[in-house]
């Protein structure tokens, strides 16, 4: 048994993409989505191993608790403070996050290479932090990173300016103004929510992203309309289905110790995307 804890995550399309796994391989395993109130995740966490799961994903909001709540964190956990995978090993819980990798993941898979290059990121968040580790360790020069909230966007940078010395983190406001940085980058990607659907317009001058830039947005499911803006302007786009593909990927190989089915993930996660099941389950 695996899952995915979090609240608010009728659309994951996580079980797909990991039973399908399971299938394939013919492994007697099963993916279950776990919705857990934020007052429950102590609890929920600490099942895990009574209830002899191997491990599980985690989401929003319970990154940050989980990486408090467990016995140890590895690697990018670490660094990050936040874990998206957790591992039950001897009955501790054992941190990691995969999300970094998934960037990395969806750079290689779409071809953009980041070597040298300036880039704008809008949002603070969680998977902001993931994605500046993953542009740092790919050799990005300098990162913009632009929040609504700054003082989040200085704490990421605080978080982050010693791991990643060799690219400078520069923090701004994300609003009109603080967004014009973006005309001088090559790579501008929105690590928020908003994409420009249903009325939520990013505070930001769309004319500058153009032909000669790399947009990505990390909502996955259907092309934003930010994507579909920046892709009538000439820019090259992706959306973050690779970033979904490869985290999970590197999450199945912590759980199952087996190299992930990459092909059979991506099928299911395409035919997912095909069928709407985001939008049927929302
Ligand atoms: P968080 O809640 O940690 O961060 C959300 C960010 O968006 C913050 O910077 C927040 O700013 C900003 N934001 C939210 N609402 C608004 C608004 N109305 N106006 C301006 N800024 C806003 O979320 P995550 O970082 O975990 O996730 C962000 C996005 O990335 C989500 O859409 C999520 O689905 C996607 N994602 C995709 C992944 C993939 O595999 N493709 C993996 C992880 C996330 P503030 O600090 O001011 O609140």
Redesign the pocket.
């Known amino acids: 048994m695996v899952g995915i804890i979090g609240h608010g995550i009728s659309y994951t399309l996580s079980p797909a993409l990991h039973n399908a796994a399971f299938r394939a391989l013919a492994m007697n395993w099963v993916y279950v989505p776990l919705r857990v109130k934020p007052e429950h995740v102590h609890a929920a966490l600490r099942g895990l191993a009574a209830l002899d799961f191997r491990g599980a994903n985690v989401?929003?909001?319970h990154?940050v608790e989980a990486a408090r709540l467990a016995d140890e964190l590895r690697g990018e956990a670490a660094v990050l403070g936040a874990a998206n995978t957790l591992v039950v090993e001897d009955g501790r819980l054992v941190g990691h996050n995969t999300?970094p990798t998934?960037f990395q993941g969806l750079l290689r898979e779409a071809g953009v290479d980041v070597t040298g290059v300036t880039v704008g990121l809008l949002?603070?968040?969680?998977?902001?932090r993931?994605v500046v580790l993953a542009l740092a360790r790919e050799g990005a020069r300098t990162v913009y990173v632009l929040?609504?909230?700054e003082s989040?966007a200085l704490e990421l940078r605080e978080r982050l300016k010693g791991v990643v010395a060799s690219t400078e983190i520069r923090v701004g406001k994300?609003d009109k103004e603080g967004a014009k940085v973006l005309r001088d980058c090559q790579l501008v990607v929105n690590?928020?929510?908003?994409s420009g659907d249903e009325g939520?317009e990013?505070?930001i001058d769309y004319s500058f992203l153009d032909e000669g830039k790399w947009v990505i947005d990390?909502?996955?499911g259907r092309r934003s309309a930010l994507l579909r803006f920046a892709a009538q302007r000439g820019a090259r786009v992706a959306d973050?289905?690779g970033?979904?593909i490869h985290?999970a990927a590197a999450s199945f190989a912590l759980w199952t110790e087996k190299p992930a089915p990459l092909e059979v993930m991506r099928e299911a996660y395409r035919k997912a995307v095909e069928r709407g099941d985001m939008e049927a389950k929302r």
Do not use: F, I, W
């Open positions: 989401t929003v909001p990154k999300d998934g949002g603070a968040g969680g998977a902001a993931s929040n609504r909230t989040r994300l690590c928020t929510p908003l939520e990013l505070p990390l909502k996955y973050g289905g970033m979904l985290q």
